[in-house]
Each structure stands twice: as C-alpha cells, then as structure tokens.
C-alpha cells in the first residue's frame, strides 16, 4: 500500500495533490486511489467539465479550481501539465504548500524544468524532485485515463544535489507503491538519455507521417500495420511537443543530427546501388532491435 510504502522515510502520506487531470494526472489519481491507500487525493483542473469528470470517474476525494486550496495540507503535489507551465502553476499556489512539502512531476524535460521550479520554491519549505514516468499514450484529457497506466512503467527519478534523502525516497516510494520500476539520475542525464529514446522517435514519426501523407492524404489507404506501429506517437499533443523541444533543444538536435547520419547513410547506399552497405546497415539494425525485444521480455 502506499501509506506503508512511504513511511520509508518516517512520514506517512495523508494527503497527495495533482495539479492537472488529464492523462497522466487522471491516470495517477485513479490507481492511488483504486490501490486502496489510505490517501487523500485532491485535485486541480482548469475546466469545470474536467472537474465534474473527475470526481464522477472516481478520479480524487476533492477537486479544485484554485491551485492554491489543491495543494493546501498536502504531503506530496504532483505536476502534471505540460513544462513549461509547470513553474508558473507552482508559483501562482506556492502560498498554499504546506510546511516540508515535495513537489514532483511527470514532465519529460528536466534540466530547465527543475532550475526554474528550484528558483520558485527558494524562499519555501518545500522541495523539488523532478519524476518521469516513460507511460502514456497519443491520446489526451481525463476520459483517456487509465488506472493502470504507470504498472511496470519505468519512471526515472532526477534528483538533484540539493535534495534531501528523505524527499527523493517519498518520491521514489510512490512511483514503487504504483507498481513502476524506478531509475535514478540527474537531470542532465535524463535530458540526453531521453532526446534519444523518447524525443527522437516522436519526430521522426511525425517527419515519416509528413513524409507519407503530407502531398497525398489518399496514400493512407496503402499503408498496413508497420506505418500504423511506426507513426503511432505522431498522434500526441503538439503543445507537450512544443514545450519538450524547445526544453531539451540542444540533446534534442544532436539526436537528430545522429539519425541523420544514418539516413544519409540509407541514402548512399541506395543511390550508389551498394547493396552490401545496404544489407549491413539493415542487419545491425535486426540485430539490435532484437536483442532490445528480447530484453524488454526477459525483464
């Protein structure tokens, strides 16, 4: 249970708040909430009707439309918007958090993310550490909400160098409690590892959507299921892609200079009929990617 899985760190979690109820917030307010803790979930949307659903889905105990009264006695806040409104959500109800609160969040940036919400919170009793849990889906809002969403995610944790221990493990204790299997490292790692796995094939699936598509919208009556699998998470929020790139900007353009080098590659290969280039670049390819499945089903 998660009251039990955060006395780790010798403070019971009564109370946690998610700012935003949308995919990722929904989704985490219904598995604390159907994992059967004995926790408090308040919550904080913009839009009446987002509000009304929650509560209806069974979504959190208490919603609210002021941030402020969200976060007010809780132990724990989580930030599920998209980045770069994060630090102005948390400055506009910083006045409601409570003494030695954690706040973390779900974001898929975090270097820039946890020095703005770190200047924030300065003055405050409260800490930052930044959360990110690799789940989603390419559709959005409250009614895509899932409870378990986050089972067997990996969500990597971020410290940084002036957090307590007794912070990060309330942060790394509710992730576990949710059944997702937590990494740990700074964010600076984070925001390289993830511009290669996570950023990178987003934009390339919506540069092979434009590329397919973008002329001859017909053409879609042509392609099978490797287009639909490939191109899957060109569906997701141009805004959260927004906010990601211009984040990560620098890790994100040195992973797209790489793949480049290997299109570059494909192209030669191609227009130089070199078949046995060809044959190598696309056996390593094999190579790898099954070696990556049979590792993901081992683990």
């Not at 985490?28 to 408090?40: F, I, P, Q, T, Y």
């Not at 958090?97 to 973390?104: D, E, Q």
């Not at 790692?189 to 598509?213: F, G, Q």
Request: with cysteine; charged share 20%; net charge negative.
């Amino acid at each position: 249970m998660l009251q039990m899985a955060l006395e780790n760190d010798m403070q019971t979690v009564k109370t946690l708040s998610i700012l935003g109820l949308g995919l990722m917030g929904g989704s985490l307010g219904l598995a604390v909430r159907r994992s059967g803790a004995a926790v408090r979930v308040h919550g904080y949307a913009r839009r009446e009707e987002t509000r009304a659903t929650a509560l209806e889905r069974g979504v959190v105990d208490a919603v609210f439309d002021d941030p402020c009264d969200a976060v007010r006695d809780a132990d724990l806040v989580v930030v599920c918007v998209p980045v770069l409104t994060m630090a102005p959500l948390i400055e506009a109800c910083r006045d409601g958090l409570a003494s030695g609160v954690v706040v973390t969040d779900v974001g898929s940036t975090k270097g820039c993310l946890t020095a703005s919400i770190d200047a924030v919170l300065q003055d405050y009793d409260a800490q930052f550490v930044g959360s990110h849990p690799i789940a989603g889906s390419e559709e959005t809002g409250i009614d895509a909400t899932q409870d378990d969403l986050y089972k067997e995610a990996v969500v990597v944790v971020t410290p940084s160098e002036s957090n307590s221990d007794t912070a990060v493990q309330r942060v790394v204790a509710l992730w576990e409690s949710l059944g997702s299997v937590v990494k740990v490292c700074s964010p600076q790692e984070h925001d390289e590892l993830l511009a290669r796995t996570s950023h990178l094939p987003h934009l390339v699936a919506a540069a092979l959507v434009s590329s397919v598509l973008g002329d001859a919208p017909e053409r879609g009556d042509y392609c099978g299921s490797g287009f639909r699998c490939t191109t899957r998470v060109a569906g997701g929020s141009e805004t959260v892609w927004q906010d990601i790139v211009k984040t990560n900007r620098e890790a994100i353009l040195a992973a797209l200079k790489v793949h480049a080098q290997g299109i570059q590659t494909l192209i030669d290969a191609v227009q130089g009929e070199d078949l046995d280039t060809l044959t190598a670049f696309l056996a390593e390819a094999r190579r790898l990617r099954l070696g990556w499945q049979n590792d993901e089903r081992q683990g």
